[in-house]
Protein backbone atom coordinates (compact mmCIF):
# COMPACT_ATOMS: atom_id res chain seq x y z
CA UNK A 1 0.00 0.00 0.00
CA UNK A 2 2.93 2.48 1.00
CA UNK A 3 6.44 2.58 -0.27
CA UNK A 4 9.46 4.56 0.46
CA UNK A 5 11.92 4.73 -2.15
CA UNK A 6 15.51 6.36 -0.94
CA UNK A 7 17.78 7.74 -3.56
CA UNK A 8 21.63 9.07 -3.07
CA UNK A 9 23.80 7.20 -1.76
CA UNK A 10 27.09 6.23 -2.93
CA UNK A 11 30.76 6.93 -2.63
CA UNK A 12 32.20 10.15 -1.73
CA UNK A 13 35.53 11.25 0.08
CA UNK A 14 36.41 12.58 3.31
CA UNK A 15 34.59 16.39 3.38
CA UNK A 16 32.46 15.92 1.08
CA UNK A 17 28.85 15.64 0.52
CA UNK A 18 25.92 13.94 -0.70
CA UNK A 19 22.00 14.45 -0.69
CA UNK A 20 19.77 11.69 -0.07
CA UNK A 21 16.13 11.73 -1.21
CA UNK A 22 13.22 9.71 0.05
CA UNK A 23 9.80 9.88 -1.36
CA UNK A 24 6.51 8.12 0.21
CA UNK A 25 3.89 6.82 -2.36
CA UNK A 26 1.09 4.80 -2.47
CA UNK A 27 -2.70 4.86 -0.40
CA UNK A 28 -1.60 7.92 1.83
CA UNK A 29 -3.79 9.69 3.70
CA UNK A 30 -1.70 11.37 5.48
CA UNK A 31 2.28 11.65 6.98
CA UNK A 32 3.22 12.71 10.32
CA UNK A 33 7.05 12.40 11.36
CA UNK A 34 9.85 11.59 8.47
CA UNK A 35 13.13 10.37 9.24
CA UNK A 36 16.21 8.97 8.52
CA UNK A 37 18.03 6.14 10.46
CA UNK A 38 21.61 4.82 9.71
CA UNK A 39 23.04 1.28 10.34
CA UNK A 40 26.84 0.83 10.50
CA UNK A 41 28.63 -2.78 9.90
CA UNK A 42 28.19 -4.26 13.79
CA UNK A 43 26.23 -1.48 15.12
CA UNK A 44 22.86 -0.72 16.23
CA UNK A 45 20.82 1.39 13.89
CA UNK A 46 20.13 4.78 15.32
CA UNK A 47 18.38 8.00 14.44
CA UNK A 48 20.45 10.75 12.55
CA UNK A 49 17.88 12.93 11.58
CA UNK A 50 14.14 13.62 11.79
CA UNK A 51 11.40 16.17 10.81
CA UNK A 52 7.22 17.23 11.81
CA UNK A 53 4.78 17.61 9.34
CA UNK A 54 5.03 21.10 10.43
CA UNK A 55 8.96 21.44 9.85
CA UNK A 56 10.15 20.55 13.77
CA UNK A 57 13.56 19.02 13.01
CA UNK A 58 15.53 16.95 15.46
CA UNK A 59 19.61 15.83 14.72
CA UNK A 60 21.59 13.19 16.14
CA UNK A 61 24.61 15.40 17.93
CA UNK A 62 27.07 13.54 15.61
CA UNK A 63 25.66 14.98 12.76
CA UNK A 64 24.51 18.27 14.18
CA UNK A 65 25.95 21.26 12.04
CA UNK A 66 26.90 19.05 9.29
CA UNK A 67 23.46 17.47 8.26
CA UNK A 68 20.06 19.29 7.49
CA UNK A 69 17.12 17.26 6.95
CA UNK A 70 14.01 19.09 4.98
CA UNK A 71 10.61 17.86 3.51
CA UNK A 72 8.19 18.97 0.76
CA UNK A 73 5.11 17.79 1.67
CA UNK A 74 3.39 18.58 -1.51
CA UNK A 75 5.69 15.98 -2.96
CA UNK A 76 5.58 13.70 0.44
CA UNK A 77 9.56 13.69 -0.01
CA UNK A 78 11.99 14.35 2.64
CA UNK A 79 15.72 14.76 1.78
CA UNK A 80 19.09 14.77 3.65
CA UNK A 81 21.62 16.96 2.60
CA UNK A 82 24.99 15.78 4.38
CA UNK A 83 27.96 17.70 4.25
CA UNK A 84 32.06 17.20 6.06
CA UNK A 85 31.37 13.73 5.51
CA UNK A 86 33.33 11.55 7.54
CA UNK A 87 34.59 7.82 7.42
CA UNK A 88 32.42 6.99 10.76
CA UNK A 89 29.23 8.53 8.52
CA UNK A 90 29.70 5.23 6.41
CA UNK A 91 26.28 3.09 6.53
CA UNK A 92 23.09 2.06 5.34
CA UNK A 93 20.55 4.90 5.51
CA UNK A 94 17.30 4.05 6.27
CA UNK A 95 14.31 6.22 5.63
CA UNK A 96 11.22 6.10 8.07
CA UNK A 97 8.07 7.76 8.05
CA UNK A 98 4.87 7.66 10.24
CA UNK A 99 2.20 7.34 7.81
CA UNK A 100 -1.86 6.94 7.77
CA UNK A 101 -3.17 4.96 4.68
CA UNK A 102 -6.63 6.13 3.07
CA UNK A 103 -8.14 2.94 4.35
CA UNK A 104 -7.22 3.33 7.67
CA UNK A 105 -6.75 7.06 8.39
CA UNK A 106 -7.08 7.35 11.86
CA UNK A 107 -4.18 5.04 12.38
CA UNK A 108 -0.65 5.75 11.51
CA UNK A 109 2.27 3.43 10.84
CA UNK A 110 5.33 3.14 10.70
CA UNK A 111 7.05 2.37 7.30
CA UNK A 112 10.65 2.07 6.15
CA UNK A 113 12.59 1.88 3.29
CA UNK A 114 15.24 -0.48 1.82
CA UNK A 115 18.12 1.58 2.73
CA UNK A 116 20.61 2.97 0.65
CA UNK A 117 24.53 2.93 1.38
CA UNK A 118 26.99 5.68 1.90
CA UNK A 119 30.18 5.16 1.89
CA UNK A 120 32.85 8.12 3.08
CA UNK A 121 36.54 7.15 1.98
CA UNK A 122 39.08 8.34 0.48
Known amino acids: QVQLVESGGGLVQPGGSLRLSCAAS????????MGWYRQAPGKQRELVAATTSSGRTNYADSVKGRFTISRDNAKNTVYLQMSSLKPEDTAVYYC????????????????WGKGTLVTVSS
Open 26 to 33: GSIFSINA
Open 96 to 111: NAAIATTTRPWYGMDY
